[in-house]
């Protein structure tokens, strides 16, 4: 089993629509959790970073259920500017690597 | 700038060859992470070192990946007898402290391998 799992999408959207995805991860030990995002040939760049209450910011809300295992992220009215690839991370702990999922392509369309 | 800063940006060399691929962190950020990213895939972890010292080197595939750190800033990642199967983004990446402080990555060096 992978240790950080996506499905890879792709997801494609109408602008304005609400759309969710998910991550799952192995390690039950794991302390941090992120989204990142990650546009066409550029380098990953911090969206948000997921928190055990739940966070909000704009558009976005992060959900974590360490129960499950699971991530998740909502984006609220969708715009073409979030056509992207959102990629999970999870750290297993607080000096150790980042562990990144697949990535879930997302196209918002006119 | 500021940013992570990652020399050369593109890189094609002869398969057999070696190559060295440098990192320039955020000056003050202890900790500074190697990946790779093949095309549609999401980044590998290759290594990860903390200061000076590489806390973490699991993800380096064999002995023919290595990766420095001297001085606790810039990192120099090293591949000999490069093959084919090598040609990948590598992606690097520092943080303030390691792992629950956000990560900052560079643009990336193209390596191909013809």
């Known amino acids: 089993r992978k240790e950080v799992e996506q499905d890879p999408g792709p997801f494609n959207v109408p602008e304005g629509a609400t759309v969710a995805f998910n991550c799952t991860y192995s390690n039950s030990a794991s302390q941090s959790f992120f989204w990142y995002r990650q546009d066409c040939r550029k380098e990953p760049k911090l969206l948000m970073s997921v928190y055990s209450s739940g966070n909000e910011d704009g558009r976005f809300t992060a959900q974590l259920n360490r129960a499950s295992q699971y991530i998740s992220l909502l984006i609220r009215d969708s715009k073409l500017s979030d056509s992207a690839t959102y990629l999970c991370?999870?750290?297993?702990?607080?000096?150790?690597?980042?562990?990144f999922g697949t990535g879930t392509r997302l196209q918002v369309t006119l | 700038g500021a940013g992570v800063s990652q020399t050369p940006s593109n890189k094609v060399t002869e398969k057999g060859k070696y190559v060295e691929l440098r990192c320039d962190p955020i000056?003050?950020?202890?900790?500074l992470y190697w990946y790779r990213q093949s095309l549609g895939q999401g980044p590998e972890f290759l290594i990860y070192f903390q200061g000076t010292g590489a806390a973490d080197d699991s993800g380096l595939p064999n002995d023919r990946f290595f990766a420095v750190r001297p001085e606790g800033s810039v990192s120099t990642l090293k591949i000999q007898r490069t093959e084919r199967g090598d040609s990948a983004v590598y992606l690097c990446?520092?943080?303030?402290?390691?792992?629950?402080?956000?990560?900052?990555f560079g643009q990336g060096t193209r390596l191909t391998v013809v």
């Open positions: 990446a520092s943080s303030a402290s390691g792992g629950n402080s956000e990560a900052f």
């Open positions: 000056s003050g950020h202890t900790a």
């Open positions: 991370v999870v750290n297993p702990g607080t000096a150790s690597k980042l562990t």
